[in-house]
Nanobody, 128 residues
């Protein structure tokens, strides 16, 4: 079975950094893309970043551009990171990683419907 495990959330002060990790297992093939989403209670889940693993091309939402970086671990092919710097209180949310098993063509952040596998969330809390 395909499984995604996200971890690395926590409590951090504004201006600080956290690195989230998403470990993917169970895919029969290596061709899948990974995205990070976040959700605040009462609001829709929003895309934060996505990585086209075959090319290394990444996309970001305007709200995290130049502060967050998505990357894959070259040694651990099934691991994707989200490095979050200069965190702001408005970044507080539950963060989810997701996989698009069809590695569909993307020209920007892909909407939720592109992703068919989801990990459990990890809570990020940024204090002011």
């Amino acid at each position: 079975d395909v499984q995604l495990q996200a971890f690395g959330g926590g409590l951090v002060q504004a201006g600080g950094s956290l690195r989230l990790t998403c470990v993917v297992s169970g895919f029969p093939f290596d061709s899948y893309d990974v995205g990070w989403f976040r959700q605040v209670p009462g609001k829709e889940r929003e895309g934060v970043s996505c990585l086209i693993r075959s090319s290394g091309i990444a996309f970001y939402s305007d709200s995290v551009m130049d502060r967050f970086t998505i990357s894959s671990d070259t040694a651990k092919n099934n691991t994707v990171y989200l490095q979050m710097n200069s965190l702001k209180p408005e970044d507080t949310a539950v963060y989810y990683c997701a996989a698009d098993s069809s590695a569909s063509t993307k020209t920007g952040l892909a909407p939720i419907g592109f992703y068919d596998y989801w990990g459990q969330g990890t809570l990020v809390t940024v204090s002011s």
